[in-house]
């Protein structure tokens, strides 16, 4: 071979050399290009939100901002400020019930109705004080004390000694008590503190009382739980047991796993059997009781059709049980997880053509919601953030069901937010649940500092009520927040098929509509088969007869009804009921008495419907009178009869 073949054949083998080692370098890294953009997708020119989210600190929450109103409204005398009164407060203002609180005694005895709170003892109250509360009831008015544990008034409640213990964990009404309240479900027999299989010590407190004349409630021990003493006059004397406002906190901080009987899919009345105890108390012991509704339209349930789109096929799907709602003329939420990269839970679900999903969810009239990016197990573990999160830099990823990385409590609501109201203009998120239900402590503060109104995020069961509530800042006691949680009662993922359940979810709602109460019903729209069939079979069962509404719509009314001040006094040979409201609403409820009528113009204004017990109207904002008649008790509806059902929804 001559030296020129030589160097040719030498220079290919060097170019062929140079191709391989470049094919060497190059194809790694264009295999991991492919990976990079199979494992996420990024919407070109999409960056945001810009600015960024602060969380304040607590303010806490002053006793003195619920000390106004007149005396027709249940006074509670707070004896120490450091307690769950919060819990107390959020409770009765979510049944309707009006309120006042005081430290001052001679404040509290000039209303009929009293509750003194948390306690009562010789070295919270002076001896005059005490003197002042023992002769309320002797004088015809009712006083109502939780854990009377001193203070010489054992005489005044009808009880001989004071036992405490953490070893009670529930209380059940005697027969008498049970009809006396209308607690006729099989689920309003007890109440429970805690479960001793879980925890050997219950979850509060209490106080059984011996030797009692009266007893309304006994614990498992035989001691009694709530105490009565009826006086000649007229008056009466309560002693709870038990500490209400720190039960109360339990449920509407989500703690109440050692307490719940049923986590989901039923009827779970636990703490609204509480505040309905002493709704019925104050009813009985006020003649111008007047409190308000909580459902609009003075409907008896209202129902939140909501659907959690967390799989890559629910999307699709979405928009067909969008359509069968929007037949209906139902407004639904669509919960959506704004899923940009593919990880352990699944593939990625935020595309171009899944964005045109959305966009088709709104055109349907349907509210978009957030349902988190990541939608991992461990949310609740999660880091608040810097409040700086910002798409496509955010990037969450699950590893395994106990491990995320690189997610933060504001990235998922902040982002999740942001895509929603970028991809499907004109979208507004104000609502939120999030994945597996996991929830930090730290939610209602993130909610409120990245522009949220309303939270899905716990079932009835573990809230122990069938009522909204407003969130207090970390789940605590001292201070709130403005956001407000609506418990879901029926889900689709426990057994059996959700298809196979809507005789006994249509009995739950038979139940909770006895008194009023909320119904979010939870699908994961991964499917559409007997799912759908159950939306179908269920809205056209209870669309006539209760409300239906996405959780934006019920939330907007909820916390404009939230603010409402209610007042009554006797004016003449009538009664009027004052209201004040800083937002208006429509189809508010003002329960009362059942002998009572409307009079004067109101009586005949088309806008304004009244029924026995209660009377609907539109609310502007100020203040609004109603001036009723009040025919002598015992003529008309029966005169005991003040267990006000505001539906009386007949069995579907």
């Known amino acids: 071979m001559s030296d020129g073949a030589s160097r040719q054949q030498g220079d290919l083998w060097r170019k062929v050399g140079l191709c391989l080692l470049v094919l060497v370098f190059l194809t790694p890294i264009a295999l991991g290009v492919l990976y990079y953009r199979s494992r996420i997708f990024i919407f070109g ?14 303010s806490p929450a002053d006793w003195r901002s619920y000390r106004d109103g007149d005396t027709a409204r249940l006074a509670i005398l707070l004896t120490d400020e450091a307690s769950a009164w919060l819990g107390l407060v959020h409770g009765l203002k979510s049944l309707g019930v009006p309120f006042t609180l005081t430290r001052d005694v001679a404040e509290a005895v000039r209303s009929k109705v009293v509750l003194v709170y948390p306690y009562v003892s010789g070295l919270v109250l002076k001896p005059d004080e005490l003197r002042a509360l023992a002769a309320h009831p002797q004088g015809g008015g009712t006083l109502l004390a939780a854990n009377v544990l001193g203070g010489g008034l054992k005489e005044v409640f009808g009880f001989g000694d004071v036992q405490p213990s953490r070893k009670r964990f529930a209380m059940s009404f005697s027969g008498a008590s049970r009809t006396w309240l209308g607690f006729d479900e099989p ?64 449920g509407q901080n989500a703690r109440g796993a050692d307490i719940e009987r049923d986590y989901v899919n039923a009827y779970s009345p636990q703490n609204d059997l ?52 929007k037949e209906f003329g139902v407004r639904g939420t669509f919960f959506i997880q704004t899923k940009y990269l593919r990880d352990y839970n699944d593939e990625i679900i935020l595309t171009d053509e899944s964005a045109a ?105 573990n809230a122990l009520s069938h009522l909204p509530v407003r969130l207090t800042y970390g789940r605590g006691a001292e201070a ?61 069962a209870m669309r006539d007869r209760a409300w239906f509404g ?84 015992g003529t008309g509806a029966r005169s005991d009869d003040f267990k006000l059902r505001t539906g009386g929804l007949a069995s579907p």
């Open 45 to 58: 020119g999409l960056s945001g939100p810009a600015g960024t989210s602060v969380v304040k600190p607590p």
């Open 187 to 250: 689920e309003e027999q007890t109440v429970r503190f805690g479960d001793p299989a879980r925890n050997p010590e219950a979850q509060l407190g209490t106080h059984g009382y011996g030797q009692a004349a009266d007893a309304l409630a006994f614990f498992e021990d035989g001691t009694a739980a709530i105490t009565r003493r009826r006086f000649p006059t007229g008056g009466a004397a309560y002693a709870l047991g038990f500490d209400p406002g720190f039960l109360l906190l339990i």
């Open 274 to 325: 509480v505040l309905r105890f002493l709704r019925q108390v104050w009813r009985e012991g006020e003649p111008l009781a007047v409190s308000l509704g909580r459902v609009p339209d003075g409907k008896a349930l209202a129902v939140m059709m909501t659907f959690d789109v967390d799989f890559t096929r629910s999307l699709p799907n979405a928009v067909a049980y969008a359509e069968l709602l």
């Open 357 to 461: 999903h959305l966009r088709r969810l709104g055109e349907l009239g349907m509210e978009l919601g957030s349902h988190t990016v990541a939608h991992s197990w461990i949310f609740r573990d999660f880091p608040m953030g810097d409040g700086k999160e910002q798409y496509p830099a955010y990037r969450p990823i699950v590893v395994n069901r106990n491990e995320a990385r690189d997610g933060t409590i504001l990235g998922e609501l902040r982002v999740s937010k942001f895509l929603v109201e970028s991809l499907a203009p004109p979208a507004k998120v104000v609502s939120f649940r999030p994945g597996h239900l996991s929830n930090p402590g730290g939610l209602p503060q993130a909610l409120e500092a990245t522009g949220y109104r309303y939270s899905s995020s716990v079932t009835a069961g």
């Open 480 to 540: 709130e927040t403005g956001i407000f949680e609506f418990p879901l009662t029926v889900e689709d993922e426990r057994a059996p098929l959700m298809g196979l359940r809507l005789p006994q979810s249509l009995e739950v709602a038979r139940k909770i509509a006895r008194d009023g109460g909320i119904y979010p019903v939870l699908v994961h729209p991964n499917i559409l088969g007997h799912k759908l069939e159950f939306v179908r079979g269920f809205t056209r």
């Open 550 to 633: 996405s959780v934006d719509d019920f939330g907007a009314w909820w916390a404009a009804r939230d603010g409402v001040g209610l007042d009554a006094r006797r004016e003449g040979d009538g009664v009027t009921v004052r209201l004040t409201a800083p937002r208006a609403l429509d189809g508010l409820t003002v329960e009362i008495p059942p002998h009572w009528s409307l009079d004067g113009s109101e009586a005949t204004d088309a806008r304004v419907r009244q029924r026995p017990g209660a009377v609907t109207l539109p609310l502007p904002v100020g203040t609004t009178t109603l001036r009723f008649r009040t025919a002598p008790r």
